[in-house]
């Protein structure tokens, strides 16, 4: 995005897109209690901490789903990506409300394995700014492909997506 200020999260710079500013329910120890406004940073964040993809799967529900307490699995499912997009909250710590991880040749099609964001910072926008700032990354000529979990169907309806009826997979055993 041309013209949007840079920031730096740790070593991994930061797109600012158009000035995002949510209200988050939530108090130093993370625990849902007070409104406060805050700027999201989205970011290509390739050393995303396995301990904070974790917390965010949690959060958001889809540890449910996923190898949560298989610390080496998830190492593996962060270090195969090959696209991953954060979003931050723009307050000292930079703490991570959501993930985008993603699987992609970049020339044609990406995998969204998950789109996790955390329970206290649903329905602010969030969800629609990880997508968003995957396509860029992306560009226009990428398919983006995930396989949503039933209750989010309306979500990527509402995004924009279309619905594949002809999608076909082979379940992991584990």
């Known amino acids: 995005m041309a013209g949007k200020p840079s920031v730096k999260l ?26 406060e406004s805050s700027r999201v940073l989205y970011a290509r ?11 965010v799967l949690v959060e958001s529900g889809l540890g449910a789903i996923r190898p949560v307490d298989d610390e080496a699995r998830l190492r593996m499912m962060l270090s195969a990506a090959n696209l991953i997009v954060t979003a931050r909250l723009d307050e000292p710590g930079n703490s991570l409300v959501g993930v985008a991880r993603c699987v992609t040749d970049f020339s044609w099609c990406c995998y969204l394995s998950e789109l996790a964001v955390c329970a206290s910072a649903q329905n602010l926008g969030i969800g629609k700014g990880l997508l968003d700032e995957a396509r860029r990354q992306l560009g226009p000529s990428v398919s983006l492909i995930l396989a949503s979990v039933p209750d989010a169907v309306g979500f990527y309806e509402r995004a924009g997506m279309a619905k594949l009826p002809d999608a076909f997979w082979y379940k992991r055993e584990y």
């Open 10 to 35: 740790g070593s991994t710079p930061a797109c600012l897109l158009s000035g995002v500013e949510v209200r988050l329910s939530r108090v130093s120890d993370g625990v849902p209690s007070m409104i």
């Open 45 to 55: 964040e390739a050393g995303l901490d396995v301990a904070e993809f974790r917390r």
